[in-house]
């Protein structure tokens, strides 16, 4: 890099590009850098920045574009705006074969662009960034494919040729992610029908289904409600979310929620009886609470297909949150949630 790109080169850096680029090297140095403790660092971080985007709804939702070049540099693009990981660089692909390429002195976050200091070792954040990125536009743009970083013969997932750095990406078939998709739909399916099959033999009124008056609890931490179809969630629907969540070995949970968020019956599993004590009640105990956390407000008042979201819940754990709008007489009433693992 000459010394007039040098200067060009730190106009654009700003503290966050010099941050990071200093955390690699001294890491790299310190001989704590490895791929065991970036690849899981990294997609907890891009689950994150998923999250945000979301957020923000800055979040691109691609539903049925074809998967070419001109959509990944506009995905890319997209990113770039927000994160400026690279001042340049380029990208091509379809729906089986992704690859990125950038030249060394592009990177924005790389000690070898920004001090010009070569890591030997070709281990970047990129690839996983970019893999668990893609993966969820995808998957929100209802195509059921995972995308999987290739890994390079010296064990890597970026190869360098030159002076420039590439990762490749494999587009494959997520048969997994398909069926619990289906596992989604069957449960949205067997609400509705349970909601039609209680309001026509008069176990429940429609009026009552739609009430939305929620009651506190006493002595209840965390603050608890009720409604006129708590008790019919607990005897009718319990046992569908139940049901479906038995049938897939990652599902952590299978719940109802109407519009606001309000959950009157959780799993069995989650609904023990109250102890008193928080700690054991807010695992033990997760029934009749309202999540109107961004995650939980999202879910419940979607009306896509479905929408996939990055989950830290309340209890420390982060997972995944895939939600479907369950309807009453055909209209929106809330959302079967479906919380799991990757």
Not at 113 to 131: D, E, H, N
Not at 276 to 298: A, E, Q, V
Not at 307 to 320: A, C, E, H, T
Request: proline content about 4%.
């Amino acid at each position: 890099m000459s010394e007039k790109d040098k200067q060009e080169r730190l106009k654009k850096l700003d503290g966050a590009h010099l941050l990071w680029a200093s955390t690699m090297g001294a890491t790299f140095d310190l001989g704590i850098m490895s791929k065991a403790m970036l690849v899981p660092s990294m997609k907890t971080a891009s689950q994150r920045l998923v999250r945000h985007k979301m957020q923000m709804g800055t979040f691109p939702f691609i539903d049925g574009r074809q998967l070419n070049t001109q959509l990944y540099k506009e995905l890319l693009d997209d990113l770039n705006e927000f994160m400026f990981f690279a001042d340049g660089y380029e990208i091509e692909g379809d729906d089986k074969h992704i690859i990125f390429k950038v030249h060394k002195d592009k990177c924005m976050y790389c000690p070898t662009g920004v001090g010009g200091a070569l890591l030997g070792t070709t281990i970047c954040p990129y690839p996983v960034l970019f893999s668990v990125y893609l993966d969820m536009v995808l998957k929100n743009g209802f195509f059921y494919k995972s995308v999987n970083m290739i890994k390079q013969p010296d064990g890597s997932y970026m190869k360098r040729e030159g002076d420039f750095d590439i990762i490749e990406f494999d587009l494959v078939d997520d048969n997994d992610f398909l069926s619990i998709v289906k596992l989604l739909e069957e449960g949205v399916a067997k609400i509705e029908d349970a909601f039609k099959k209680a309001i026509e033999s008069g176990d429940i009124t429609e009026e009552d289904l739609w009430d939305r008056n929620y009651i506190e609890v006493p002595n209840t931490n965390p603050q608890k409600y009720r409604t006129k179809f708590t008790d019919f969630a607990k005897k009718y629907i319990q046992p569908i979310e139940d049901e479906i969540l038995e049938k897939h070995r990652k599902f952590v949970f299978v719940v109802l929620v109407d519009d606001n968020g309000y959950l009157p019956s959780h799993n069995s599993k989650y609904d023990k009886p109250l102890t008193g004590d928080y700690k054991k009640d807010l695992l033990g105990n997760r029934s009749m609470r309202i999540f109107n956390d961004f995650t939980g407000l999202t879910a419940a008042r979607n009306t896509r297909k479905y929408i996939l979201q990055p989950y830290p819940r309340d209890v420390g754990v982060l997972m995944f949150d895939i939600s479907s709008e369950v309807k009453l007489s055909g209209k929106h009433w809330g959302a079967l949630r479906i919380g799991f693992k990757l």
